[in-house]
C-alpha cells in the first residue's frame, strides 16, 4: 500500500502449505529443490502459477513481487529461463513484475549475478532487496543489484514507535535509499503506531496484517485501504506537538572549554556521540562529535574559543568547528 494515498501498489506471491510435501518448512522444501538442481524447473512453474493468478486482478499498474532464491541462479539449466516468455504469454509488461533478493545464500558467481540482473534490468523487470537489515552484506547486495526497492525486515519495524534506535536505523536506511532513487517498502505492519511511525520517516510503501492477511481468493484484494481506521485516524493531525518520548536531554559545555575537558566529557558521558558548544549566555553556537575530537587528540591545549574565531562563517550561529560539525 502506497503509505500516503492508501492505494495499494502490489501483491506478493507467497508459498504455503508445504508440509503437505512433509516438509517442515518453505526453508527446507528449497534447500531440497537446490540440493537436487531442481530448482529452476520448479521455480519457473511457480512463476508462471503466480503470473496467471496476478493477471486476473483487476487492479491497474499494480505489480507483483516474486521471491527468488539466489541458488536458483546457479542451477546447471537456468539458460532456459524464460520470463519475458511467461510475460508475453499473460500480455503483463514486464515494469510490473518485481524479482525479491535476499542474502540468505550466498553468491558464488557474482560476475554471472551481476550479468543476470543486468539482464532483467534492461527488460525493465524491477528488483528489489528483501528482509533488508538483517544480515551484513545487504550493503554489498545493494551495491551489486541497482535495486528499485528496499524492504525493511519486521525486526525493526516491529514496536518501532517504541525503540528510538530502530526508528533512527530505519530513518537513515530511508534517507540513504532515497537519495540513490530507490523507494522503502516496510515490511510487518501489525499496529498502528508502527503506520505513523513509518509515514513519519517517509517510507514509501507498507504491508502487514494490518492491512490484510495473505488471501487466496484475489476478488478479496482491494483497490485501496483508504477506509481503514488506521488511514483515517493518522494522530500527527491531532496535535502539533514534539512527543516528548523522543526528546533527549544532552548536557553542553562552554565554547572556552578545552579539548582536555571534551575528551573528559565523553569519557563521562559514554551513550552520547556528540556535545552542544554553548556561549556564556547558554545560546547554542554548535555541536562536536566525539569521532573528530579523536582526531585532533594532540592538540589538547588548545581552547575551542580559538578554534571557533578561525573557522566561524559569515557570522552564522552554527560554526564548522571540525569537519562534522554541526
Not at 510475460?87 to 551481476?114: G, V, Y
Not at 528496499?150 to 518501532?160: Q, V
Not at 556564556?280 to 554548535?286: R, V, Y
Request: hydrophobic share 35%; aromatic share 12%.
Amino acid at each position: 500500500m502506497n503509505t500516503f494515498s492508501g492505494k495499494t501498489f502490489a501483491v506478493e506471491a507467497l508459498l504455503r502449505n508445504c508440509q503437505e510435501l512433509n516438509f517442515d518448512s518453505i526453508k527446507a522444501f528449497f534447500d531440497y529443490l537446490a540440493n537436487s538442481e531442481t530448482l529452476f524447473y520448479y521455480d519457473i512453474k511457480l512463476r508462471k502459477k503466480a503470473l496467471k493468478k496476478f493477471n486476473k486482478i483487476d487492479i491497474p499498474n499494480l505489480k507483483l513481487f516474486y521471491n527468488i532464491d539466489n541458488r536458483v541462479f546457479a542451477m546447471p539449466n537456468r539458460k532456459l529461463d524464460d520470463t519475458m516468455g511467461l510475460l508475453n504469454e499473460f500480455n503483463i509488461k514486464s515494469d510490473r513484475l518485481c524479482f525479491e533478493l535476499t542474502e540468505h545464500n550466498p553468491f558464488e558467481d557474482e560476475k554471472l549475478f551481476q550479468e543476470i540482473i543486468n539482464n532483467l534490468k534492461q527488460n525493465s523487470i524491477n528488483i528489489a532487496i528483501d528482509d533488508f537489515g538483517t544480515g551484513i552484506s545487504g550493503l554489498h547486495l545493494l551495491y551489486i543489484s541497482d535495486t528499485t526497492f528496499i524492504k525493511i525486515d519486521r525486526f525493526f519495524i516491529e514496536n518501532i514507535h517504541k525503540d528510538h534506535k530502530k526508528r533512527l536505523f530505519c530513518s537513515s536506511i530511508v534517507e540513504m535509499a532515497h537519495i540513490m532513487g530507490i523507494k522503502v517498502i516496510a515490511e510487518g505492519i501489525e499496529q498502528n503506531e508502527e503506520y505513523f511511525t513509518c509515514k513519519d520517516i517517509k517510507v514509501d510503501y507498507v504491508q502487514g496484517y494490518l492491512l490484510c492477511r495473505p488471501k487466496t481468493d484475489i476478488k478479496e484484494i482491494k483497490k485501496s485501504y483508504k477506509d481503514k481506521s488506521f488511514f483515517k485516524k493518522d494522530r500527527r493531525h491531532l496535535s502539533n506537538y514534539i512527543d516528548k518520548s523522543f526528546i533527549q536531554k544532552i548536557d553542553p559545555i562552554n565554547e572556552n572549554s578545552s579539548l582536555h575537558d571534551l575528551f573528559i566529557y565523553f569519557k563521562e558521558h559514554t551513550k552520547n556521540t556528540f556535545v552542544p558548544i554553548v556561549n556564556d549566555e547558554k545560546k547554542i553556537l554548535g555541536a562536536v562529535y566525539e569521532v573528530d575530537i579523536k582526531k585532533y587528540h594532540t592538540l589538547n591545549t588548545v581552547c575551542l574559543w580559538q578554534k571557533i574565531n578561525l573557522l566561524k562563517q559569515n557570522s552564522n550561529i552554527i560554526y564548522n568547528l571540525f569537519p562534522r560539525l554541526i
